[in-house]
């Protein structure tokens, strides 16, 4: 109810996603109940809200090898009714890479017999260049790029400097991974900007065109119909 009043005060800026997060699947009996109601506030939105996505959604084997089977059946629900719906995804990987590309894969080939189309974001992307490459090729994926890819010996940093501009979005993850020179505190989405700065310094090019291109990504991904 707190994001839809939000969603609702501020139209212009704010987007609201409907989604079940893996680490509310783990140890939790009541997670098909939970996977049930964000399929109802998709089919039947509050008045005046619409959804841009469907995430937080994803695989998370950090905390817990127990619940792999329930993690993965609710991230492939939740990713077909994104591509039933003409959605696109936000996605959470921690621990879980190898599962991740192969069901992407799966579904994004799955998806393509049926008419449809499944894309999205891989939120607070943390693999190798070789990661992106292999997803690039099964569908069309935007990559968000935060605080990581500013701190020392970064495989991030090493993944944009091969990563196609049009490819990546600026993200902060807050209260999470905080750009240097404020790694350790709590962060927040006006650091943004130096994680623009560091990917345009990989690049060789200016902070206003980055900003400019990962801006169109996002509105692209989430706002154009």
């Not at 704010?14 to 109940?33: F, K, V, Y």
């Not at 090493?158 to 750009?179: F, G, K, Q, R, S």
């Not at 090019?205 to 509105?219: G, H, I, N, P």
């Amino acid at each position: 109810e707190r994001m839809f009043s939000l969603a609702l005060a501020h139209s212009d800026v704010c987007h609201p996603m409907m989604g079940l997060h893996p680490t509310s699947i783990n140890d939790n009996p009541h997670w098909r109940e939970e996977l049930s109601e964000v399929e109802h506030y998709l089919n039947s939105p509050p008045q005046g809200i619409e959804f841009c996505a469907v995430g937080e959604i994803g695989l998370d084997y950090y905390w817990s090898q127990d619940f792999v089977a329930e993690q993965r059946e609710a991230f492939i629900t939740q990713c077909r009714w994104a591509a039933e719906r003409d959605l696109p995804v936000a996605i959470h990987t921690r621990a879980a890479w190898d599962d991740m590309c192969e069901i992407l894969e799966s579904e994004c080939e799955r998806a393509r017999r049926q008419g449809q189309r499944l894309r999205g974001v891989l939120h607070a992307y943390s693999e190798d260049a070789s990661t992106y490459r292999r997803l690039k090729e099964c569908g069309d994926w935007l990559f968000g790029i935060g605080g990581v890819v500013t701190y020392k010996k970064s495989i991030v940093a090493e993944a944009v400097a091969e990563m196609a501009l049009e490819d990546i979005i600026l993200e902060t993850d807050c209260p999470y991974l905080t750009p240097v020179p404020y790694r350790g505190r709590r962060n927040e989405s006006a650091y943004v900007g130096y994680v623009c700065q560091k990917i345009a310094q990989i690049k060789g090019l200016s902070d206003e065109e980055v900003a400019r291109a990962t801006t169109e990504s996002a509105r692209r991904m989430f706002l154009d119909k």
